[in-house]
């Protein structure tokens, strides 16, 4: 019988600190049943119905399993929108969201082709974070989506469908990318697979466990494997005077900027994260 909010938040301590236990219970509450903490404390949870507390409960033991709050509640912010998320897609990032915003920025420097019109290709769009945010915020740009997942590729229809956005979206591998394609894309955005193996100690267990593995690692040997494909892609696919833009890996700043020089790419930049992070990164056709 669960009686009150300290009580849920223990239950979660074997996972993370009280703080981040605490918060996780409150957005559980908040998203789930509609309860803010002011509720909780004048004692909603005992007017909760017997199938809302049997489903409360349900819920805890998912977190105490390590399943991520966001794959419970079944959505994540994202940019000022909530994105369906469920396990098989990666849950956004905050740092995402400083990729979305400087393509932003830049957009307005960004000549169109074909009737002035922009055209932008998300590489590995999982939920459609960036492709969707993207189609809301650049109305003037055509929006397309790869993904190689089947769920990747639902989901983002269904946050697509249910936000408003147009996108096109294909299944697509990045690694095995047309090689016809000529001049397509004013910009092209990637936040593909960055994490090495060996990272995988140092890892969240609710990330490692429940998190996609396919849109988290790379091959030790092989840190830049989606990256260059991408790249090389993009050296006939992106228009003159196209951009690629990359989330990285903070550690292999330098080796992607090493290889998008290689491939004859300008005017790279690379930025920092809210956290300190050599973190993005935009090169220039």
């Given amino acids: 019988m669960i009686k009150n909010f300290k009580q849920i938040v223990n ?29 909780v404390c004048l004692g909603a949870l005992d007017r909760l119905s017997d199938d809302e507390k049997e489903s409360l409960e349900a819920k805890i033991m998912q977190l105490e399993e390590g399943e991520p709050v966001q794959y419970v509640i079944g ?4 940019y000022g929108r909530k994105f369906a998320v469920e396990p098989g897609v990666l849950i956004p990032r905050p740092e995402t969201e400083e990729l979305v915003t400087w393509i932003k920025e830049e957009s307005k420097d960004i000549r169109g082709n074909r009737n002035g019109k922009k055209y932008l290709l998300d590489v590995g769009c ?16 055509d929006v397309s989506a790869w993904d190689i997942s089947d769920t990747a590729l639902r989901v983002t229809r269904k946050n697509a469908k249910a936000l408003g956005a147009s996108v096109d979206i294909y299944m697509q591998d990045a690694l095995n990318a047309p090689d016809s394609d000529r001049d397509l894309w004013n910009v092209i955005v990637s936040n593909p697979p ?24 790379v ?11 991408i790249a090389e892609y993009g050296t006939h696919a992106l228009c003159r005077g196209g951009r690629l833009y990359f989330e990285i890996n903070r550690a292999y700043g330098k080796e992607t900027i090493d290889m998008l020089k290689a491939l004859g790419y300008s005017d790279i930049e690379l930025r920092k994260d809210a956290f300190g992070n050599d973190r993005m990164v935009r090169a220039v056709k």
Avoid: Q, W
């Fill in 194 to 217: 960055y994490i090495c193996a060996k990272e995988a100690e140092n890892m969240e267990r609710n990330v490692l466990e429940h998190e996609p593995h396919e849109a988290l690692f």
């Fill in 219 to 229: 091959p030790d040997a092989d840190p830049l494997l989606f990256y260059r494909a």
């Fill in 126 to 141: 999982g939920s459609g974070c960036i492709s969707v945010s993207l189609a809301l915020e650049l109305p003037d740009t």
């Fill in 75 to 78: 959505h994540a912010d994202f």
């Fill in 11 to 39: 239950r979660l301590t074997a996972l993370y600190d009280e703080r981040e236990a605490s918060s996780i219970v409150k957005m559980l509450l908040e998203e789930s049943f509609g309860l803010s903490f002011v509720d």
